[in-house]
T-cell receptor
Framework: EDQVTQSPEALRLQEGESSSLNCSYT??????LFWYRQDPGKGPEFLFT???AGEEKEKERLKATLTKKESFLHITAPKPEDSATYLC?????????????FGAGTTVTVRA | GAGVSQSPSNKVTEKGKDVELRCDPI?????LYWYRQSLGQGLEFLIY????????KSGLPSDRFSAERTGGSVSTLTIQRTQQEDSAVYLC?????????????FGDGTRLSIL
């Protein structure tokens, strides 16, 4: 069965304290992996898509990397505005196309 | 607006009542998705539309749930005879092209509370 697991569930950081979030997956036929950011009371906001092992994407203080079994979202020198829940989603093979399977998310809190 | 719009943003209703949730996707997006998000849980897929057709309804949890899409645009998710376990945030997303070819863009959801 396809599974997407994110760790840790919650992460508390001091401003400027870099860290990484993990998304591990066991799926057959991985086509792509997506990272989203979700603020309280809002819908997920698309951040990155990764398609192949070794690929990296960057946006401001965020960098996403992908291996054959997991992805990491690195937050460098975070600021309080980086506080959010970060969701990982994996494209898995459906009958005729691909659908997204989401992890439960990592809630990041950055203190000033 | 430029993004996915959902209404109402909040809905409180009594157990046993029917509810209708509305989603207005980004203009030009042919694919539309409904998800459910419960506290501490990942997003649970409900249904996928391509145009007005629903090629994947596999996530609808029971026959009390139904959805339709008209004009290749607005979609309505209907829950009949609501139960307390239906309480959740219902999210709608849309994307260009076929499912899996482009990122999905989400609305802010409808928070449904069943008393």
């Amino acid at each position: 069965e396809d599974q997407v697991t994110q760790s840790p569930e919650a992460l508390r950081l001091q401003e400027g304290e870099s860290s990484s979030l993990n998304c591990s997956y066991t799926v057959s036929g991985l086509r792509g992996l997506f990272w989203y950011r979700q603020d309280p009371g809002k819908g997920p906001e698309f951040l990155f898509t990764l398609y192949s092992a070794g690929e990296e994407k960057e946006k401001e203080r965020l960098k996403a990397t992908l291996t054959k079994k997991e992805s990491f979202l690195h937050i460098t020198a975070p600021k309080p505005e980086d506080s959010a829940t970060y969701l990982c989603a994996v494209q898995v093979k459906a009958s005729n196309d691909y659908k997204l399977s989401f992890g439960a998310g990592t809630t990041v809190t950055v203190r000033a | 607006g430029a993004g996915v719009s959902q209404s109402p943003s909040n809905k409180v209703t009594e157990k046993g009542k029917d509810v209708e949730l509305r989603c207005d996707p980004i203009s030009g997006h042919t694919a539309l998705y409904w998800y459910r998000q419960s506290l501490g849980q990942g997003l649970e897929f409900l249904i996928y539309f391509q145009g007005n057709s629903a090629p994947d309804k596999s996530g609808l949890p029971s026959d009390r749930f139904s959805a339709e899409r008209t004009g290749g645009s607005v979609s309505t998710l209907t829950i009949q005879r609501t139960q307390q376990e239906d309480s959740a945030v219902y999210l709608c997303a849309s994307s260009l092209g076929d499912r899996g070819s482009q990122p999905q863009h989400f609305g802010d959801g409808t928070r449904l509370s069943i008393l």
